[in-house]
Antibody
């Protein structure tokens, strides 16, 4: 069964770096784009960025300066680092797989609630 | 950035009724790059349609998608209790990829 499982720290202080990892199981990792998406009550769903198996990335300009997305093909994993977090980065973070034709996100991780608080 | 505006914000209907949800884009979206998702409380979004009208695996045929250009519609022909959830449209044609703010479908 294809699935994404994600993990990472759920409580951060302002100025720290958010780090999340997502692992894919049950299928081919190549040929897809792998995204990070976050959800807040105020801004709704916000696409953060994506990476493919060869490490090519595409990021949302609104977050680009603080976002690093990396891939580890040997483990079928990809990761998100978001630096200098503030309370505005408090959200549920999801990893997701873009379909091969890049027309939707067909598999999602379970979500990680990240709270930024002093 | 393409802004997607969904209407209504909340739709109150009874099981068995027909639901019509709208998604309007601030600029033209190629139909193949318009997707719809369902999100139940405490769960991740689930892909319903990609390409505006191509039903994802396992999605019942009471769900249908249509539209082109800047106006897209998700229709649920006869509401089942499990259909009451929040629905989002999303465009994948222009980066940054964006989502609508959602329509909450609630039981009347």
């Amino acid at each position: 069964q294809v699935q994404l499982q994600q993990w990472g720290a759920g409580l951060l202080k302002p100025s720290e770096t958010l780090s999340l990892t997502c692992a894919f199981y049950g299928g081919s990792f190549s040929g897809y784009y792998w995204s990070w998406i976050r959800q807040t009550p105020g801004k709704g769903l916000e696409w953060i960025g994506e990476i493919n198996h060869s490490g090519s990335t595409n990021k949302n300009p609104s977050l680009k300066s603080r976002v690093t997305i990396l891939v580890d093909m040997s483990k079928n994993q990809f990761s998100l680092n978001l630096s200098s977090v503030t309370a505005a980065d408090t959200a549920v973070y999801y990893c997701a797989r873009g379909t091969q034709t890049r027309v939707g996100f067909d598999i999602w991780g379970q979500g990680t609630m990240v709270t930024v608080s002093s | 950035e393409i802004v997607l505006t969904q209407s209504p914000g909340t739709l109150s209907l009874s099981p068995g009724e027909r639901a019509t949800l709208s998604c309007r884009a601030s600029q033209r979206v190629t139909s193949i790059y318009l997707a719809w998702y369902q999100q139940r409380p405490g769960q991740a979004p689930r892909l319903l349609f990609s390409g505006a009208s191509s039903r994802a695996t396992g999605i019942p045929d009471r769900f249908s998608g249509s539209g082109s250009g800047t106006d897209f519609t998700l229709t649920i022909s006869r509401l089942e209790p499990e259909d009451f959830a929040v629905y989002y449209c999303q465009q994948y044609g222009n980066s940054p990829y964006t989502f609508g703010q959602g329509t909450k479908l609630e039981i009347k």
